[in-house]
């Protein structure tokens, strides 16, 4: 079966949250966790668009942490599939903290996720591809078979010389 392959920035999701105190470390920092899960819900939005069905993360990679985002500041996620391989999609996300007061925007961290698609039945199921357009897009296509592969590698489920983008990079 082949589905219509998607545009890129037709996945887009932005989302915004207000960081309350319940969200906050002792440093009046928004703990880590809770970027997480607003992150990992914009993920998911961003593939259920893109698929048009339930998913699940597979994955999340590093996750560094640029700059805090304080009590009282805005956190803007945006989320946009990188790219689609069979059944699996990965999602590029980009956050950023606002004071609303000072009015000033301020990278917080960025980050990749996979989801899987999952059909009726809780099996994993086939996804359209991407169609990137934009100069960034196919920057973020190109390096996601690569990004893939290393994260198959570290989760045990491929073998380190039959990566092949991998070994281009070295050999």
């Known amino acids: 079966m082949t589905l219509t392959p998607k545009r890129a920035h037709d996945s887009m999701i932005q989302m915004t949250e207000l960081v309350l105190p319940n969200d906050t470390n002792t440093f009046g920092n928004l703990m880590g966790g809770r970027l997480m899960y607003w992150m990992d819900i914009a993920a998911a939005l961003a ?43 990965e999602v590029h996300l980009r956050v950023w903290g606002e004071d609303p007061v000072q ?46 592969q290393l994260r198959l590698i570290l989760s045990g489920k491929m073998k380190p010389q039959d990566a092949e983008e991998l070994k281009a990079l070295f050999i």
């Open 47 to 89: 593939t259920m668009k893109h698929c048009s069905a339930p998913v699940v993360t597979a994955s999340v990679d590093n996750i560094s942490f640029e700059t805090p985002i304080k009590l009282g500041n805005v956190v803007h996620i945006e989320a946009k599939v990188s790219r689609a391989f069979s059944t699996s999609m």
């Open 103 to 148: 009015q000033y925007r301020y990278k917080s961290n960025e980050a990749f996720m996979t989801f899987v698609a999952l059909d009726p039945n809780g099996k994993s199921r086939l996804v359209p591809q991407i169609i990137p357009d934009t100069e960034e897009e196919k920057q973020l296509y190109e390096g996601a078979m690569r990004r893939r």
